[in-house]
């Protein structure tokens, strides 16, 4: 029996310094705020000044803004023609012409920073010299952060969480430099942006902050932006209520919270934050969702609902334990496992695939990649928490039409899934995301996943549908010649190296369609239907290979010795490591790793590249390349002390969840495999499923 306690709180990040490049964060999966040593956004300004800074942002998975006069839509956006073996088919991939609109679809809609908390002294921003940190300790048994520290000579310490119910941020306050009156709390709203920090604090007359509702505990605020509206409900204790400003229009977009309050020395707040309207969300989203009462819960109530939800959520579900291992790697990789369950549960549990920062900043306008949602939130299923990854998934039923209409605009049958969006499921233009392909499959994948963690026939039929006309779009894209099936031009492989107009068998893309095909037939049969893909998937073509390697697809014999082919994602090895292909030679798949091994560019490589290498190492039987692979120090495997991957060399990403995904998954698939750890490694683990 694992303490899972003991693991837990072994790996509490606990900071005695500014780290500036890894601030801490609380949330609940759908709502996040991140938070400087002061134990709000204080020095939002510090930590974002620097280009690869790390904003501290308070987000929503439903905080979506767009600009005045954004297109609705992508209906007047030019299309480039592509030849298809034969016939046209258009594609956004040009802005040439078009670059108002195509930039407008880009940027919007966005996700936005919902407001900014933090500390100001007698009404003045704190100067960061003046301020020391004792000590700031993420407690992640309890799912908050403590923060110690002294502005002068006083000291401060404050506590801070997120409710686990709702998006409410709860904030306690001790110092006396409250009963002297000199401390406050600000709350400063920004108009949205589609930049990485979501804020711009320089728009004052574009948005709208109205101060609606005040009683002695609790005040209401609405917020305008353009076409997006929300709601802050402020609740508190021991604040002067003569120091509230009056109903009406805050000019300033500030709300000050404080005053002189002699003989008191503790505040409690609350920041609750709900959407009114949003358009993008329409018809995705209950709009009439919100707390269960008017008022936000008080502190102590809520501060117990957040104990015994992380209490039960680190019991539930799966652990791996290396305590007792002599060496040295398994203390790291568990640490950074626990840190990782941690750091997905805050910000990949909402009903939407994550941005691949998630909701601690915007990456690609805080928009999701569907290529990503794999590697985010796969990992859920096998470390026994289904239920997390049916509330993403179901998001795919809600674009099918959306789906269907991709498919039926480019001469195919099924649904095409696009591949960056926000909730309406519209594919922003690109010059490489439109052409992408391996996203087609990832539906029947986490279906699958789900099904096998708990099987149930109300889930085979609830997402027939997805499954069936997913597979039907795939069978479709697929070109017949006198080989067999093939998977050529246009697109894009998951290594975005190629010409798509050259592309030809991208072995990956070829391996999961053919696994995809398949699977769509098992589904079928468990419900009794007669087999329809199978034939497909069997006269696909074999992945390409050379000189005794599979190479990056069929017209790129220098994949292993010429620029760019030896840069970006290796995902031929994704063949036999995220799948477990029949087709594939294991000798050749493992001369091809060895060679990506000697050649491969490794600051080109991404955060879930490496866990991917090291699955398809594992397989192979290459237990010591797997665990080095997965610690491998190397620029995008860099683990801050927060437990974030950050891709290092990249600005826009300070932080990488598809890294710390990738990782829980790979792990649990070696977990639950009979070859086991290396020597040297001692682990205990629960509760965990198996992979493919």
């Not at 606990?14 to 500036?20: C, G, L, R």
């Not at 709203?189 to 902050?209: I, L, M």
């Not at 505040?267 to 008017?294: K, N």
């Not at 010795?561 to 031929?572: N, V």
């Amino acid at each position: 029996m694992v303490d899972r306690h003991g693991l837990v709180t072994r790996h509490n990040p606990v900071y005695s310094t500014i780290e500036a490049s890894a601030p801490l964060s609380v949330g609940n999966g759908s709502f996040c705020f991140t938070a400087d040593f002061t134990g709000l956004q204080t020095f939002f300004d510090a930590y974002n000044a620097p280009d690869d800074g790390f904003p501290l942002c308070t987000m929503a998975e439903w905080g979506w803004h767009s600009y005045p006069n954004a297109p609705q839509d992508d209906s007047q956006l030019r299309l480039t023609p592509f030849d298809t073996f034969g016939r046209e088919v258009g594609y956004g991939v040009d802005e040439t012409g078009q670059e108002e609109l195509f930039s407008g679809l880009r940027q919007n809609a966005h996700k936005f920073h919902l407001g900014k908390i933090g500390f100001t002294l007698e009404g003045k921003p704190l100067a960061l010299d003046t301020c020391r940190v004792r000590k700031q300790t993420l407690r992640l048994w309890e799912g908050w952060v403590c923060s110690e520290w002294t502005l002068g000579a006083a000291p401060v310490c404050t506590e801070t969480f997120v409710h686990p119910g709702e998006d409410t941020l709860y904030v306690r306050v001790v110092s006396p430099l409250i009963a002297a009156g000199k401390l406050q709390v600000s709350l400063r709203f920004p108009y949205g942006s589609h930049k990485k920090s979501g804020a711009d604090f320089t728009a004052s007359p574009r948005h709208r902050t109205e101060l609606t509702h005040k009683t002695s505990g609790h005040i209401q605020l609405e917020r305008g932006m353009d076409n997006t509206r929300y709601r802050v409900t402020v609740g508190f204790t021991g604040i002067s209520w003569d120091t509230l400003p009056d109903t009406g229009c805050l000019s300033t977009h500030t709300l000050i919270l404080g005053g002189k309050s002699p003989g008191i020395d503790t505040w409690e707040l609350a920041f609750r934050f709900e959407p009114l309207h949003i358009p993008v969300l329409a018809g995705m989203w209950d709009s009439g969702e919100g707390g269960a009462e008017p008022y936000p819960p008080s502190f102590t109530r809520a501060r117990e609902s957040c104990g015994m939800f992380w209490k039960t959520y680190w019991m539930s579900g799966g652990v791996m334990d290396f305590s007792g291992s002599t060496d040295v790697r398994a203390g790291e990789l568990e640490k950074r496992l626990v840190l990782s369950q941690y750091l997905t549960a805050i910000q990949s549990r909402g009903r939407f695939p994550p941005a691949e920062t998630g909701l601690s900043c915007n990456s690609w306008y805080g928009k999701f990649h569907l290529e990503m949602h794999f590697w985010h939130s796969a990992h859920f299923a096998l470390w026994g928490r289904v239920e997390v990854l049916k509330k993403s998934l179901a998001y795919y039923k809600k674009i099918l039409p959306r789906a269907r209409s991709i498919a039926a605009s480019q001469g195919y049958k099924g649904a095409r899934w696009p591949k960056m969006c926000d909730p309406r499921g519209f594919n922003t233009p690109s010059s490489i995301a439109v052409l992408l392909l391996w996203q087609q499959p990832h539906p029947i994948m986490l279906a699958e996943l789900c099904y096998r963690a708990a099987p149930e026939e109300d889930f085979l039929r609830e997402y027939r549908d997805v499954i069936v006309e997913t597979a039907e779009f795939m069978e479709s894209f697929v070109h017949w010649t006198d080989r067999g099936g093939v998977l050529g031009a246009p697109y894009i492989p998951a290594q975005e190296r190629h010409d798509p107009k050259t592309v030809l068998n991208a072995p990956y893309e070829l391996e999961y369609f053919r696994w995809g095909l398949k699977q769509a037939d098992l589904w079928l049969a468990r419900l009794g239907e007669a087999p329809r893909f199978g034939n497909t998937a069997e006269k696909l073509v074999l992945p390409p290979q050379k000189d005794g390697c599979y190479v990056a697809q069929e017209n790129c014999p220098d994949t292993f010795s010429a620029p760019p082919f030896c840069t970006d994602h290796p995902s031929m090895l994704a063949m036999y490591g995220v799948l477990k292909s029949e087709k594939i030679d294991p000798a050749r798949m493992s001369a091809t790793l060895d060679r990506v091994l000697a050649v491969w560019d490794w600051k080109s490589l991404w955060g879930w590249d490496f866990p991917m290498m090291a699955m398809t190492a594992y397989r192979l039987g290459r237990i010591e390349d797997a665990i080095d692979l997965l610690l491998q120090d190397s620029p995008k495997n860099t683990y801050l002390p927060n437990g974030h991957n950050r891709q290092t060399g990249s600005n826009d990403l300070p932080l990488y969840l598809p890294g710390n995904g990738g990782l829980l998954f790979a792990a649990a698939m070696m977990a639950t495999d009979t070859q086991g750890f290396p020597q040297g490694f001692t682990l205990q683990a629960e509760g965990l499923h198996a992979y493919l």
